[in-house]
């Protein structure tokens, strides 16, 4: 039985569609219950261990409310940012950066460590969509501590996907990339990123879970 209890933030725009449109099946995503981002500071978060907070969110409000992102965490929780962050709303994370480019191939990417959610994921298919680079990730997020996982990156060593967790009793997961979730299926190795994700978030909910009983 899986760990995650999954909450997401809907933007409430025309990309969001409660996670469908960009999901290259355009399906419903059943293991995920979605929340009006303006409903954050009065819901009952209670039930839920993870929240995923992507594009085209409301940043302002979000920032309005930091407290709620931080009390989440000090939980042993875990939150989940596929966005640019342009606001000091997430512990752990500085404010996005766009890469500086001069080709398209500036943008191609690597994993930063072995065994991760981007294992077989061949970097070039995920890097490229339709002959267009640069779709999956154009930017970083600084990495505030030195302590923190990368777990994808340019060719440069530029982070692109990394995991804190020290700056809270949770664990935040700073991704300047697309929503993991949606990249569940399709012709090509992108299609695991979804489901190994949610099988490391089985793995860390567990250490989370094993540290607060020890």
Sequence with gaps: MSEYKIVKLDGGHAFS???????????PMDHVTFLDQYEISTADLSEFNVMVVTDFIDQEHLYEHKQVIENFLNEGKIIIA?????????????????????SHSDYVMEPAAEGTFYEGIDMMELTYRKGVSGFYARGSHP???????????????????????????????????????TYATGENSTQLIAPQFLAWLDQELLRLKEGSEA
């Design 82 to 102: 596929n966005t640019h962050i342009f606001r000091p709303w997430l512990p752990g994370a500085g404010l996005f950066m766009p890469k500086e480019i001069k």
């Design 143 to 181: 990495v505030v501590n030195k302590e923190s996982e990368i777990v994808l990156q340019f060719t440069d060593g530029t982070p692109i996907v990394f995991i804190d967790r020290t700056a809270t009793k949770g664990t935040v997961v700073a991704a300047s990339c697309r929503d993991f979730l």
């Design 17 to 27: 569609l409660e996670g469908r449109a960009m999901n290259v099946s355009n399906e």
